[in-house]
Each structure stands twice: as structure tokens, then as C-alpha cells.
């Protein structure tokens, strides 16, 4: 009997030394974040609007602390990372009061029912913060690829003249400073570069009404909407980061996303122009205009610019197309007879180089608000945008202008990427991960779903081109992922649902 | 004899038991000796097996109990190096049962139990969040029944389930910038058990029993958002930001085999098979009345989530000592598997591996029994690796139990 007792007893024992540990291997309070093989004590980050922490369309405090520079600059202090200083703006608003076209953050508020974005006020005159500096968060919202080697891109007196950027008058420190030369004096031990998306987005959000100034290699000569030549891209950004690792300085770049994939470009659909919308124009509008315009292109070849409306499914915008044939001598010549003269020649030119919208093209976010607006100057009878009357090329990115973009953005990717290769720095591919962001399946984080849809998918701001704070988060932890794989350092990745998304009223 | 204890042992390390939110402390004396089921000393029984009633050594037996579960979760993630502990307030299940034998051939009885039910209270800010921030799960089995003796030595009863449960589930909704509570305390579900008992000698009891599922309806479920009311319109809330929602929660059958055998008229031990069919929890399905916060492209209002459960097993061994006529001490141990796979690690209903070591006293006079127990135990830490929420780390739990029953047998 007792043996019985015994060997149970034992049996029983043994067991539980094999299957007993209740405790995890390593609690996480006792891991130890390495640095690996780059030093982080002082880390500087270059960039644009998406460095500084910009979203809803302004600069402003919550913003900026939620900058992923912030976000990594945190995650380092963990290992042995100095402090990371930020010009802060005076107000969690934005905007400049002083100075046009500097709007304060959109708002979601509910307008005639429903939600919309709305500017609000500009709260502050144009400050200067430089007695703080230096800073660590050196992203200057707007800046291309070019102005971060600019001396005086932080002058005042360029303002006017365009040659200055307010967001880098504010800390620059000195009138002849440029961005590169006030990150170098700081002699950082590791950086982050993220530069290059104005200089193709500027004409995509213009829809195009730059110049692809590819072959151009004097950047002087440049509009600013207009696309960065490749070379002097490539040129300068590999000045740059000559110069930020001429003292052995590690570092982490990233490429640019391309721009079908944000909302701003995706949001407002090619065909818009459901039977619902049209109502019972849609007769009226193909027998005086799309049918006798589409007539008049079929003789001259050009038919397939216009179909008759349908009352059955969404119909395209009608547009203008810059890189069309010219038609409006002929379509005048072809009209008179039914419209007579005065009324052929406007319609010659109005719809020369007209066509409607295919998936192909991109309708800006901004356009939305003009659909179906009348046209100041037009004839009451084809004066409504989009509709009777097509929308100017500001409004639209075409085809050809989206293939311009695209084009100069795989270029632009390759040289960075050949760039950070070459001084065996560590790399993000967040054209990647937008995409992988602006599909149906999104990117999941701790159970939340988040999309590039606008508004609802959480990761992009009002302004349909920066993210929230959730989408920064997102990409702090692609630069951090990229930083550990390089350097062999193990920082951890940040929370994305701790930081904030859209904020409904 | 030895080699059949030693067996014994060595089964209960490698297989496994129920899990998920069953909760298997339906008996104060049985869970002292690792909740074996083969145990007709009084109406307790009747849960584990309605044709144990039969085999009440009286013609009237009423027992009653209650336990205290004190369970902490803790979770952490070594990617981001964040860690949350539950903040869980102590779980109560009880039972009540009563049985009488009209004539000898044939008891009633009656059980009151909450075989089902989990509460699991995480720190608002914790990583889950968007999965669960509290939950409390309920369901109460009412369970009228009846048993004959077919023979002296072999009884066949049967009972009927009328289970009453709760579901209280807050999450947030990061997307919309606030939380969703959703609510039915009205579920319904019924089902029924059926058993054989053997007692082919004075030393030997075979219970042997099935325990049909149960699909907890909830039909009359509210969903309340708490989120700016800016969007009330769009989720096609009512002014006070609620949605209706149904659902159904499936409870899981169970088959059990138990044997108790006495090998001195002191000392017996028991051993049990249970066997669970937590498969049938392969998804939870909400359907929201209005809103429009599912993931079915065909149905927005829709939302599944993937369980994934399987079956699980179990082997329980236990044994009891009189030392004296009125004193007994009784001893377990039992091993519980998790119904689900590292891949489906959710944090609404945490389960874990785990052995779990049982002990009791109890104490006889005439009819009257007073019964302690308490049980710990030690789950194994898992890691979390859901793909489908994205939720990944490592999570682990302690667990203890108590538990006071009353028991009282008469003529």
C-alpha cells in the first residue's frame, strides 16, 4: 500500500517538473534593448512635411508629438539615445497668419448633415523659434529634394520670392543656413532621411499644371509644381548623405510611395456622375451635347473621347486632357451649321481637347467640392463642372500626368535605394507598405483594421496626403524594423493604437 | 494494482481536458478529488450524472456549494515590450441540487449549476483593447431529472437543461474613436443529459455520461457605442447611440466516464475521462441589427470572428482517505488542455495548459456533511501568435480555487 502511495507520489512529481513552469521565459522588464552597431546619441531626422509631424493640412502641436521621428527617437532613449527636440509650433493649430495660403488644421465637422473636413483660421503671426535650437526634428513641410542643400532656404526675405520656406525661417540658424548644413553642425551619430515626395507631388496636387523638368539639371529653373529632374535628385540627395556620414554616422532612408496610393488621389472616383445625381438631364445632355460633340469627334476620329450619358450605371467626369489633339478648329467648323457661329466657336473651344474621364485618371480630393458647380463665364447651358462643362486640368492627374509621376518616382526610388545600398544604410520601403496599406485588406495591428481609405481607414489625415498619428506610428515601426535589421539593434516597436487617428466632432 | 496507478498517472500528463469557458466546479467534495464524477454520496451528483441519484445511500439528499476563483491573466508582448495583467474580480460559480427516491426504482432530483461562464477584466489601456476590455460570460443550468434502477446494480437516468445566460462584452472601436459595449442578460438555450450508473459491487462505482450542447440565443442583444454622436447617423444608431444585435454562443457537450474503486473500505480511489466538444466553436457570428461595423462584404452589418476551437480531452485521477469514521481527506490532480491553438490565442476567453493539484477535507455527522476544497493551478505560459487579429507576445495565468459545500441526507 505505501509503495503504492509512494510511487504516485513520485510519478505525480516528475510530471510536474516537466510541465510546472508558470513564469515566462523572459518578462519583458528584464529585456535589455540593444543599440547593436549604431550609436543613437544623437539622432537628427531630415525630411518634409511627413518628417515634422504635419497632417490635416497644418503644422500644429499634436502633430508634431506625433511625428515618427518622435516616435523612433523614443524608442532609442531605450538604448542610450539623447534627447530628440522638435521646433514646436506656438498652437495646435497651425497656419500663419501673416502669410497667404497657410491655412490652420482641417477640422471634421458635420456640415448640411454630413461629415466633412473644414479649414479653420490661421492662430499665430509666423514665429521664430531658433534660440531653442539646435533641433533634431529638422523636417521642413514642402521641402523637395533640393531645398534641404538650399543656403538661405531659411531666410525670411526669400518668403516673397519664394525661395524660403516658412517652416525653416522658423529655426533656421542663420539666413544663410541651409537644412543639411544645420543637421551636420550637430555632428549626428545617426540620422533619418525621408526626402523627395514634393518633389513629384507638388505637380500631382496641382493635377498637373508643372512641368516634368526631366533633362533639366538647374533646379533654379524650376516652378514649384513642377517634377525634380532624376539626376539632380540623385545628385543631391547623395550630397546629403556624403555629408551626414563623413564622420561615420549611421543611418536610415526611405523611398517615396507613389501617389495612387493616398487618398488624396483615390478618394473621389473617375465616375461620380451616378443616373441618381444626373436625374433627368441625362436626356437632355446627350441630345444637346454628348451626342452632337460625340458625332463631330467620330468624323474626326476621336470618338472614343465621348459616350452618351447612361441612366443605368455611374458615368465619368468629362475632363480636359492637355496631351489631346486640339480639335476646336474642327469641332467649330463641324458644329456651325446646327449651333451657328457664335455658338460652334465656344463649343470648339471648350471642348477641343475634352474627353471623359477613364479609371486611368486620378480626380484630386480637392475636386470634389467643384463637381457639378457652375462655371463662371461659361453658357447657362454647359456651365456645370464636370458635367456639361470639363473640369480644367488643375483638377484632374491624367493618365499621361500620373505616368509621369509614377515614372519619376521609380526613379527616384531606385536612386535612393542604390544610395542607401552603396553607404550600407538601412532602408524602408514605405512604397511598399503604402500599398500594402491602400489595398482591401489593409494592415491589422492588435486587432484594428486599418486601410488608406479616407477618413474611415484610419491612417490618413483630413488633408488625404499625410497620415495620423496611427499612420505615422506605422511607418516609425517600418524605420525601426529596417534600423534592427541593419545595425543588429533590437528597439522595440511602438503601439500603433496608442497613438491618434482622426478625431470625430 | 500499482501498475494501474502508476498508468493512471502517467495518462493524466499526457491527456487532456474541457478548457475554453467551461468551468468545471460543479461539486465541492468531487473537486477535492480532481472533479471526478463517480461519487453518488449525495445530490451533487446529479450534475455529473443523473442516473447517480439512483445510488444515494437515502431517500432524501440536498447539497449545496460555492467556490471563489481567483485568476490573473498576464500578457506581454516582447516586440513592443509592453505587459498588462487582468485586474479580474473573483468568479463565483455555485450549485444546488436536490434528489429524492419516490420508491426504490426511481429518484427525481433537480440541479442548479453554472457549468459555463468567464469574467475577464483587462487595463483600459491595454493591447487587446480593440479585442476585449471586459467581458462577462454567463450561463445557468437548471436541470429537472429523473433515474431508474434497471437492476440493483445498474441505474439509467436523464435530465432536461433549461440554461439562462448573460453575455456583457466592452471593446473598443479605434476606427470610430470610442468603445462598443454589447449586452443580452435574456439568452436562452436548452439541452439534455443522459447517464448510466454501475455499482456492481460494494467497492466499485462506474459512472458513465453524456451531457448534450447547448446554443445560448441571444435574440434581444444591445449594442451600445460610445462615440461622438456625429456619427450615430452613420452607424444608424438610435439617439441614445445603441444597435440591436444577435448572436449565439455555443456551449459544448461533454462526455464523461468515471470509476471509483475502493480498495480498502478507507481508502478509494477514482479516476475519470471527460471528453469536450469544444469544436463546435469554430466562429462567432454578431449580427448587428444597423450598424454597419461587420467584415462580411455581403452583409456589412455582419461580423464573424474565427475561433477555431478543437475537442479536447481529459483525465483526472483522485483519491479519499477516511481517517476516521467522520473525517475524510481526499487529494487530485488533473490535467487541462487548451481548446485552441497558439494561432488562436483570444484574450476574451484566455485558456492555457495546464496541471492542476486539488485537496480537500470533509467532515461527516449523522446526515449532515461539511465539505472544504481548494485546488491551484499551474498553466503553462503560451504564446500568442493570431495572424487573423494580429495579435501577437506571450501570455500566462494563476489560478485558485476554493470552495465550502453542504450536503444533507435523510432516512
Given at each position: ?89 506656438p498652437n495646435n493649430t497651425g497656419g500663419f497668419t501673416n502669410l497667404p495660403g497657410f491655412a490652420g488644421k482641417l477640422n471634421l465637422q458635420v456640415v448640411n448633415g454630413a461629415l466633412s473636413p473644414v479649414p479653420s483660421a490661421p492662430a499665430a503671426a509666423l514665429d521664430n523659434v531658433t534660440p531653442g535650437g539646435p533641433y533634431q526634428n529638422l523636417g521642413v513641410p514642402g521641402a523637395k529634394s533640393f531645398h534641404l542643400g538650399a543656403a538661405g532656404y531659411g531666410n525670411m526675405a526669400g518668403l516673397a520670392t519664394g525661395q524660403a520656406n516658412p517652416y525653416y525661417v522658423r529655426f533656421a540658424t542663420s539666413g544663410t543656413s541651409s537644412v543639411i548644413g544645420d543637421a551636420v553642425a550637430q555632428a549626428p551619430t545617426f540620422f533619418s532621411l525621408w526626402i523627395g515626395n ?66 488624396f488621389f483615390t478618394r473621389v472616383p473617375y465616375n461620380p456622375l451616378t443616373p441618381a445625381l444626373l436625374g433627368s438631364n441625362i436626356t437632355a445632355l446627350n441630345s444637346g451635347l454628348y451626342g452632337p460633340l460625340k458625332q463631330a469627334l467620330t468624323a474626326f476620329g476621336a470618338g472614343d473621347r465621348i459616350n452618351l450619358l447612361s441612366a443605368t450605371s455611374a458615368n465619368p467626369l468629362l475632363i480636359v486632357d492637355n496631351s489631346l489633339t486640339n480639335l476646336s478648329a474642327q469641332l467649330t467648323l463641324a458644329l456651325t451649321p446646327s449651333l451657328g457661329v457664335q455658338t460652334a466657336t465656344a463649343f470648339g473651344q471648350i471642348y477641343g481637347q475634352a474627353r471623359q474621364a477613364t479609371s486611368e485618371d486620378l480626380v484630386l480630393l480637392s475636386t470634389s467640392s467643384v463637381i ?134 | ?411
Amino acid at each position: 500500500m505505501k509503495r503504492i502511495l509512494i510511487s504516485t507520489i513520485a510519478v505525480s512529481a516528475l510530471l510536474f517538473n516537466i510541465s510546472c513552469d508558470t513564469d515566462f521565459d523572459q518578462d519583458v522588464s528584464s529585456i535589455v534593448v540593444s543599440k547593436g552597431d549604431a550609436d543613437f546619441t544623437k539622432y537628427v531626422a531630415l525630411g518634409n512635411s511627413l518628417t515634422s509631424g504635419y497632417r490635416d493640412n497644418a503644422l500644429y502641436i499634436d502633430g508634431q508629438n506625433e511625428s515618427y521621428p518622435s516616435m523612433i527617437a523614443q524608442q532609442m532613449q531605450l538604448a542610450g539615445g539623447g534627447a530628440f527636440k522638435q521646433p514646436m509650433m506656438p498652437n495646435n493649430t497651425g497656419g500663419f497668419t501673416n502669410l497667404p495660403g497657410f491655412a490652420g488644421k482641417l477640422n471634421l465637422q458635420v456640415v448640411n448633415g454630413a461629415l466633412s473636413p473644414v479649414p479653420s483660421a490661421p492662430a499665430a503671426a509666423l514665429d521664430n523659434v531658433t534660440p531653442g535650437g539646435p533641433y533634431q526634428n529638422l523636417g521642413v513641410p514642402g521641402a523637395k529634394s533640393f531645398h534641404l542643400g538650399a543656403a538661405g532656404y531659411g531666410n525670411m526675405a526669400g518668403l516673397a520670392t519664394g525661395q524660403a520656406n516658412p517652416y525653416y525661417v522658423r529655426f533656421a540658424t542663420s539666413g544663410t543656413s541651409s537644412v543639411i548644413g544645420d543637421a551636420v553642425a550637430q555632428a549626428p551619430t545617426f540620422f533619418s532621411l525621408w526626402i523627395g515626395n514634393n518633389d513629384v507631388l507638388s505637380y500631382a496636387t496641382s493635377g498637373g499644371t508643372g512641368v516634368d523638368q526631366t533633362g533639366n539639371t538647374n533646379p533654379a529653373t524650376y516652378g514649384s509644381n513642377d517634377i525634380t529632374d532624376p539626376n539632380v535628385f540623385a545628385s543631391v540627395i547623395s550630397g546629403y548623405v556624403n555629408a551626414l556620414t563623413a564622420n561615420g554616422a549611421k543611418g536610415v532612408m526611405a523611398n517615396i510611395p507613389n501617389v495612387t496610393s493616398i487618398p488624396f488621389f483615390t478618394r473621389v472616383p473617375y465616375n461620380p456622375l451616378t443616373p441618381a445625381l444626373l436625374g433627368s438631364n441625362i436626356t437632355a445632355l446627350n441630345s444637346g451635347l454628348y451626342g452632337p460633340l460625340k458625332q463631330a469627334l467620330t468624323a474626326f476620329g476621336a470618338g472614343d473621347r465621348i459616350n452618351l450619358l447612361s441612366a443605368t450605371s455611374a458615368n465619368p467626369l468629362l475632363i480636359v486632357d492637355n496631351s489631346l489633339t486640339n480639335l476646336s478648329a474642327q469641332l467649330t467648323l463641324a458644329l456651325t451649321p446646327s449651333l451657328g457661329v457664335q455658338t460652334a466657336t465656344a463649343f470648339g473651344q471648350i471642348y477641343g481637347q475634352a474627353r471623359q474621364a477613364t479609371s486611368e485618371d486620378l480626380v484630386l480630393l480637392s475636386t470634389s467640392s467643384v463637381i457639378g458647380t457652375p462655371v463662371t463665364g461659361a453658357p447657362a447651358s454647359i456651365n456645370l463642372n464636370g458635367i456639361s462643362y470639363p473640369l480644367a486640368n488643375q483638377y484632374i492627374l491624367t493618365k499621361t500626368e500620373k505616368n509621369k509621376v509614377l515614372t519619376a518616382t521609380a526613379a527616384y526610388n531606385a536612386s535612393l535605394k542604390a544610395i542607401a545600398t552603396s553607404k550600407g544604410l538601412a532602408f524602408v520601403d514605405a512604397n511598399a507598405k503604402m500599398i500594402e496599406l491602400s489595398k482591401a485588406s489593409g494592415i491589422q495591428f492588435d486587432g484594428v483594421k486599418y486601410t488608406a481609405t479616407f477618413v474611415t481607414g484610419g491612417t490618413f489625415s483630413l488633408d488625404g496626403v499625410h497620415l495620423t498619428g496611427r499612420g505615422y506610428a506605422l511607418i516609425a515601426n517600418e524605420f525601426i524594423k529596417a534600423i534592427n535589421t541593419t545595425y543588429k539593434s533590437t528597439l522595440p516597436m511602438v503601439n500603433v493604437n496608442s497613438y491618434s487617428g482622426v478625431k470625430f466632432p | 494494482m500499482k501498475k494501474i496507478v502508476v498508468t493512471t498517472a502517467l495518462l493524466a500528463g499526457i491527456l487532456a481536458q474541457a478548457g475554453g469557458f467551461r468551468v468545471a466546479l460543479q461539486g465541492v467534495k468531487q473537486l477535492a478529488m480532481a472533479h471526478t464524477s463517480a461519487h453518488a454520496e449525495d445530490a451533487s451528483v446529479g450534475f455529473f450524472n443523473p442516473a447517480g441519484i439512483s445510488f444515494i445511500p437515502n431517500k432524501l439528499s440536498v447539497a449545496a456549494g460555492g467556490f471563489g476563483i481567483n485568476a490573473d491573466i498576464s500578457y506581454q508582448n516582447p516586440s513592443t515590450l509592453e505587459s498588462y495583467t487582468t485586474e479580474n474580480p473573483m468568479g463565483t460559480p455555485i450549485y444546488a441540487a436536490v434528489a429524492y427516491k419516490i420508491v426504490d426504482e426511481v429518484s427525481v432530483g433537480f440541479s442548479f449549476a453554472t457549468p459555463f461562464g468567464s469574467t475577464v477584466e483587462w487595463p483600459t489601456d491595454w493591447a487587446g483593447r480593440e479585442i476585449v476590455q471586459k467581458i462577462e460570460l454567463k450561463a445557468f443550468y437548471f436541470q429537472p431529472m429523473v433515474s431508474f434502477k434497471l437492476a440493483p446494480w445498474v441505474s439509467l437516468g436523464g435530465s432536461f437543461i433549461y440554461a439562462k445566460g448573460s453575455v456583457d462584452w466592452t471593446k473598443t472601436v479605434s476606427q470610430l474613436g470610442g468603445t462598443l459595449n454589447i449586452k443580452d442578460d435574456q439568452a436562452t438555450g436548452k439541452g439534455f443529459g443522459l447517464g448510466f450508473y454501475f455499482k456492481p459491487s460494494e467497492k466499485l462505482d462506474v459512472s458513465i455520461a453524456y451531457r448534450s450542447p447547448v446554443d445560448m440565443k441571444a435574440d434581444e442583444g444591445v449594442a451600445s457605442f460610445n462615440v461622438s454622436s456625429s456619427l450615430y447617423p452613420l452607424l444608424g444608431l438610435d439617439a441614445n447611440g445603441q444597435d440591436k444585435f444577435k448572436a449565439i454562443l455555443p456551449l459544448v457537450d461533454e462526455y464523461t466516464l468515471g470509476v471509483t474503486y475502493k480498495i480498502t473500505p478507507k481508502w478509494q480511489i477514482s479516476g475519470d475521462f471527460n471528453y469536450s466538444g469544444w469544436d463546435r466553436y469554430q466562429q462567432l457570428t454578431l449580427d448587428f441589427e444597423n450598424a454597419p461595423v461587420g467584415n462580411q462584404p455581403d452583409d456589412p452589418t455582419k461580423l464573424v470572428s474565427p475561433k477555431n476551437f478543437h475537442s479536447t480531452q481529459s483525465w483526472r485521477v483522485g483519491t479519499q482517505y477516511m481517517v476516521t469514521d467522520n473525517f475524510a481527506a481526499r487529494l487530485g490532480y488533473y490535467y487541462d488542455e487548451s481548446p485552441y491553438s497558439d494561432e488562436n490565442f483570444i484574450p476574451e476567453t484566455p485558456s492555457f495548459n495546464a496541471n492542476v493539484i486539488t485537496g480537500g477535507i470533509g467532515y461527516k455527522w449523522k446526515g449532515l456533511g461539511i465539505d472544504l476544497s481548494g485546488a491551484y493551478n499551474f498553466q503553462t505560459p503560451r504564446t500568442v501568435n493570431n495572424a487573423y487579429l494580429d495579435f501577437y507576445g506571450q501570455a500566462k495565468a494563476k489560478a485558485y480555487y476554493f470552495g465550502l459545500g453542504l450536503s444533507y441526507n435523510a432516512f
